[in-house]
C-alpha cells in the first residue's frame, strides 16, 4: 500500500494558495476613521521546488509616514506587489529562519518600496511589520 501523503501535500499547498489568492491586498479604509491599512498577503517559492524547495507564506503591514503615502502605496499596490514577489521568491528559507534574515529582509521591503514611491524612509513607508510568517 502505498502512502497518499505527497498526492495531500499538494493539495494542501493548492488550497492555501487558492485562499490567498481570494482574500482582498488593497490598502483600504472603511471610511470609519481610524481604520488601518490593510494587510498585504503573498505566498512565495524560496530556492528551486524540483530539488524540495521551500515556501514562504508572509503577511505584513507598512507604516506610512502619512495618509497620502498610503493613498500613493494603493496607486502603485500592483508594482509593489510585483517587487515584493520577485524580492521574496530570492530568499533563501535557511536565511530567512534566523531573526537577522527577518529584519534584512524588512529593510529590502522598505527599500524597495520607497524606490517604487521616490520616497525617503522618513516620508514615505518607515517600517514594515510581519503580522504572520510561515515557512513551508
Known amino acids: 500500500m502505498t502512502p497518499c501523503f505527497p498526492t495531500f501535500k499538494y493539495f494542501i499547498r493548492f488550497f492555501l494558495l487558492a485562499v490567498l489568492l481570494q482574500s482582498p491586498l488593497t490598502m483600504a479604509s472603511d471610511g470609519g476613521g481610524a481604520a488601518g491599512?490593510?494587510?498585504?498577503?503573498?505566498?512565495?517559492?524560496?530556492?528551486?521546488?524540483?530539488?524540495?524547495?521551500?515556501?514562504?507564506?508572509?503577511?505584513?503591514?507598512?507604516?506610512?509616514?502619512?495618509?497620502?503615502?498610503?493613498h500613493e502605496i494603493s496607486v502603485y499596490l500592483p508594482k509593489i506587489q510585483h517587487a515584493l514577489i520577485l524580492l521574496l521568491s530570492a530568499e533563501d528559507a535557511s536565511t530567512l529562519l534566523t531573526l537577522k534574515g527577518k529584519k534584512d529582509l524588512m529593510e529590502n521591503i522598505v527599500q524597495e518600496v520607497n524606490h517604487l514611491l521616490h520616497q525617503t524612509p522618513a516620508k514615505g513607508v518607515k517600517e514594515v511589520f510581519f503580522t504572520s510568517f510561515i515557512i513551508q
Open 37 to 70: 491599512p490593510a494587510p498585504l498577503k503573498f505566498l512565495a517559492n524560496l530556492g528551486d521546488p524540483a530539488n524540495g524547495g521551500k515556501y514562504l507564506q508572509v503577511q505584513m503591514v507598512f507604516d506610512a509616514a502619512s495618509p497620502e503615502i498610503e
